[in-house]
């Protein structure tokens, strides 16, 4: 099945830059970034359960990995970029890291991990995410965003982009984002440490300098890495100037 995206073009004789959003997003997350890109096509996705995709279901990670690749080859997109924040990070590794992938050029992530190695933490995640997933298919979502963006790793968020973030997410649909939670969730990711490895395509990460968590996953993962100043988790949103500039250094190269 396709999945909802909005196509800017640029140009023809440059990769693409597919972008793809996090958890609760859609395809308006990265456009900010993107559209100052405007030398490079862009695609902004919109994940299953999400934005023009709410109704899209995957049940998991091989299925997302199908539908993006449908969606790619839609747009008849020969060559890209795979550019992803948080889950839609973790969702990029995972396409990348599969046999006979074609047309790619590298990889930037934001903030994305690549995968539990212990059976202890899968076992606190799973039911953890399963907890999240029955609130999100019961519960207001405004308030429940409000105790989401409570987490530990989005503690950088001022009051105001907290709100802003709050009043976004809210526009969502809550049982389509629960069945994509745990669908995608952490627990049943694959850990891609031993792909990622034995790469051949660049791989660049981002991550905000106050993200203390994906730091030091960045570190662990040895890969060329960009802080992003004065930003925590979403970094993106929160010094859009600076990951701008880092994208088009790393594309530059």
Not at 161 to 168: I, P
Request: aromatic share 10%.
């Amino acid at each position: 099945m396709t999945l909802h995206a909005v196509a800017r073009r640029g140009d023809p004789a440059r990769p693409w830059l597919v972008f793809l959003h996090g958890f609760s997003g859609d395809c308006r997350e990265w456009q900010e970034v993107g559209e100052r890109l405007s030398d490079y096509s862009r695609l902004y996705v919109d994940l299953p359960g999400h934005g023009g995709s709410a109704a899209v279901t995957a049940r998991d990670f091989a299925d997302v990995r199908e539908q993006l690749h449908t969606t790619l080859v839609s747009y008849n997109i020969l060559s890209y970029w795979l550019v992803g924040y948080s889950l839609g990070g973790r969702i990029a590794m995972d396409y990348v890291c599969q046999p006979g992938v074609t047309g790619l050029v590298g990889i930037i992530v934001e903030g994305g991990h690549p995968g539990l190695q212990q059976p202890e933490a899968r076992a606190e995640r799973l039911c953890s995410d399963n907890a999240w997933a029955a609130r999100f298919s019961t519960e207001p979502l405004r308030q429940l965003f409000h105790d989401w963006y409570q987490q530990p790793v989005f503690a950088t968020l001022t009051a105001e982009q907290r709100a802003a973030l709050v009043a976004l997410r809210a526009q969502n649909n809550g049982v389509a984002l629960a069945a994509m939670l745990q669908a995608t969730s952490l627990a049943v990711q694959d850990d891609l440490r031993p792909a990622l490895r034995q790469r051949d395509y660049p791989f660049w990460y981002l991550c905000g300098e106050h993200d203390s968590k994906f730091r030091a996953i960045a570190e662990e993962l040895a890969v060329p890495c960009f802080l992003i100043h004065n930003a925590g988790h979403n970094a993106h949103r929160e010094n859009p100037d600076d990951v701008t500039e880092r994208l088009a250094q790393i594309l530059r190269l």
